[in-house]
T-cell receptor, first 114, second 113 residues
Framework: LAKTTQPISMDSYEGQEVNITCSHNNIATNDYITWYQQFPSQGPRFIIQGYKTKVTNEVASLFIPADRKSSTLSLPRVSLSDTAVYYC???????????????FGKGTKLSVIP | NAGVTQTPKFQVLKTGQSMTLQCAQD?????MSWYRQDPGMGLRLIHY???????DQGEVPNGYNVSRSTTEDFPLRLLSAAPSQTSVYFC????????????FGQGTRLTVV
């Protein structure tokens, strides 16, 4: 699995847009980029996945440049309830002969300030 | 549709005791896995299963056993608990092996004294 690098922590005020960038220089052709959110005392929750360009859902947007060596998770107008750890993962989604192991790094701890 | 259910939510064990953490999913998922999460360490894979009757080791398997007799259940057994196994344990399931969309349980907080 491609290794990912993301900031350890970020702070943001309520109502602001937050962008968390993940670096994955060794991403393979078949790899997807997936983001999870983990609230305190809960298991991680899948929030968004993409392969290229832009993906948007009701929770977030995911921006992936043409070279796919990085990706940016964008959370619009954050609230206190968005305080969580956000993990970036890269994997082939079971399409190829990649590893069966989802590798969660330490994630980015987002703190939303009133 | 309950998703992934873990029991118990909390457990305190004495060193040397054994116990089984239960995990069940009702989504007919092929792939199931166990992680432990320690402060500052992220999630580390303990064991995983790609289907009933098939299990394999992850990154930190020592001190743990698993079995997968049915698609729905994937229990994690601690053979002889040690303080180093104090952690939060998460079970997860995915539609297929290698899927990057996983569904997690609420976790079991285990303390070994």
């Amino acid at each position: 699995l491609a290794k990912t690098t993301q900031p350890i922590s970020m702070d943001s005020y309520e109502g602001q847009e937050v962008n968390i960038t993940c670096s994955h220089n060794n991403i393979a052709t078949n790899d997807y980029i997936t983001w999870y959110q983990q609230f305190p005392s809960q298991g991680p929750r899948f929030i968004i996945q993409g392969y290229k360009t832009k993906v948007t859902n009701e929770v977030a947007s995911l921006f992936i440049p043409a070279d796919r060596k990085s990706s940016t998770l964008s959370l619009p107008r954050v609230s206190l309830s968005d305080t969580a750890v956000y993990y970036c993962l890269v994997g082939d989604n079971g399409i190829g002969a990649g590893s069966y192991q989802l590798t969660f790094g330490k994630g980015t701890k987002l703190s939303v300030i009133p | 549709n309950a998703g992934v259910t873990q029991t118990p939510k909390f457990q305190v064990l004495k060193t040397g005791q054994s116990m089984t953490l239960q995990c069940a999913q009702d989504m007919n998922h092929e792939y199931m896995s166990w992680y432990r999460q320690d402060p500052g360490m992220g999630l580390r894979l303990i064991h995983y299963s790609v289907g009933a009757g098939i299990t394999d080791q992850g990154e930190v398997p020592n001190g743990y056993n698993v079995s997968r007799s049915t698609t729905e259940d994937f229990p994690l057994r601690l053979l002889s608990a040690a303080p180093s196994q104090t952690s939060v344990y998460f079970c997860a399931s995915s539609p297929r092996a290698g899927s990057t969309e996983a569904f997690f349980g609420q976790g079991t907080r285990l303390t070994v004294v």
